[in-house]
Nanobody, 124 residues
Framework: QVLLVESGGGSVQAGGSLRLTCAAS????????MGWFRQAPGKEREGVAR???????TDYADSVKGRFTISQDGETTLYLQMHSLKPEDTAMYYC??????????????????WGQGTQVTVSS
C-alpha cells in the first residue's frame, strides 16, 4: 500500500494560486489512479482531479476545469496546481490512490490509500 503525505495548502485571496504536493512512499504512483479530493465542512468528499495510466490520462470536476492541473513527477510525487482560486474552493484537500478498475472517474470509496489532508482557504 502506498503512503501519501500532502503539503502546500494555505490561505490565499480570491484569484490567487497554490500548488499542492503529495509525496508517495512504499510504491510508485504510476501503478495507481491518483486523485485529489476535497471536503468542505458539512459537505461530502468530492473528486477534484484524477490522473492514471502513468500520467497519460486526466479527469477534472467541472467546477475546476481550466483552473486546476494535476500532474505527477517521476514515481513519487503528485501535484495539483490551482489558479484563479475562488472562496468555494475552500476545503481540506486530500491525495488518494486506487488500484481499482474504473477509478479515474470513480467515487471516493474506490480509493484505498489516503493522505492526512492539507487545508486550502480562499478569502473573498
Amino acid at each position: 500500500q502506498v503512503l501519501l503525505v500532502e503539503s502546500g495548502g494555505g490561505s490565499v485571496q480570491a484569484g490567487g494560486s497554490l500548488r499542492l504536493t503529495c509525496a508517495a512512499s512504499g510504491d510508485t504512483v504510476s501503478k495507481y489512479c491518483m486523485g485529489w479530493f476535497r471536503q468542505a465542512p458539512g459537505k461530502e468528499r468530492e473528486g477534484v482531479a484524477r490522473i492514471a495510466n502513468g500520467g497519460s490520462v486526466t479527469d477534472y470536476a467541472d467546477s475546476v476545469k481550466g483552473r486546476f492541473t494535476i500532474s505527477q513527477d517521476g514515481e513519487t510525487t503528485l501535484y495539483l496546481q490551482m489558479h484563479s482560486l475562488k472562496p468555494e474552493d475552500t476545503a481540506m484537500y486530500y491525495c488518494a490512490a486506487s488500484g481499482t478498475m474504473g477509478c479515474l472517474r470513480g467515487p471516493a470509496y474506490m480509493y484505498d490509500s489516503w493522505g492526512q489532508g492539507t487545508q486550502v482557504t480562499v478569502s473573498s
